[in-house]
């Protein structure tokens, strides 16, 4: 275990490839995770490990930005709800709401948000990681001329689970697909 001096407090420091603003993710210990919400433009997450693609690892790190599913947000909005209903002191209910409220302007995000990461994700300087909702993740990356990507927390055996390419249109339909994926029939 490393020990880091009193005050120290190791970030990541890139410009937003929407809005070209600095950009600061701070290690969480509590979440062992690099994270960074900025403003109402993209969230960013920073991972090292990239999924393994048939048993085949792959060279990281990456800084993915991160889109959430319509159905992911308003799964959020619903747990965050019950959380709120089950609270009992006013300051922690009045932040949960304020939660609430947040996440409520967040649909259709992913759709708005989506031409720019793809231009990000291209470049090769930024991976995608979409929020399907329920513990399922989509990540794509791009390296050298190929897009790499990977479902977490669903089966890479499914036909849509794992995708190589060298085509950029193939990518965003994984993309829309994880986007997409409680939609109609895999509701439950």
């Excluded at 790190?61 to 159905?71: A, K, L, M, T």
């Excluded at 939660?99 to 990461?117: H, V, Y």
Aim: hydrophobic share 40%.
């Amino acid at each position: 275990m490393k020990t880091v001096q009193v005050g120290f407090e190791p970030k990541i420091a890139f410009l937003c490839p929407v809005c070209h603003k600095d950009v600061e993710m701070v290690y969480e210990r509590s979440k062992g995770s690099w994270e960074s919400d900025h403003g109402s433009c993209l969230n960013f997450s920073f991972v090292r490990a990239l999924p393994a693609i048939g048993g085949r690892s792959i060279d990281g790190p990456v800084v993915f930005i991160g889109i959430e599913s319509d159905f992911s947000i308003k799964d959020a909005v619903e747990e965050l709800r019950r959380l709120c209903d089950g609270e009992v002191e006013q300051s922690k209910r009045q932040k949960i709401e304020a939660g609430i409220r947040r996440l409520e302007t967040r649909p259709g995000f992913a759709e708005r948000a989506l031409p720019s990461a793809m231009d990000a994700l291209k470049s090769g300087a930024f991976g995608i990681r979409v929020v399907s909702g329920r513990g399922i993740y989509a990540t794509v990356w791009k390296s050298g001329e190929r897009y790499y990507g990977a479902a977490e927390g669903a089966a890479q055996s499914d036909a849509n689970g794992i995708i190589a390419t060298s085509s950029h249109d193939e990518a965003q339909k994984f993309i829309a697909y994880w986007m997409h994926y409680w939609d109609s029939h895999h509701f439950v």
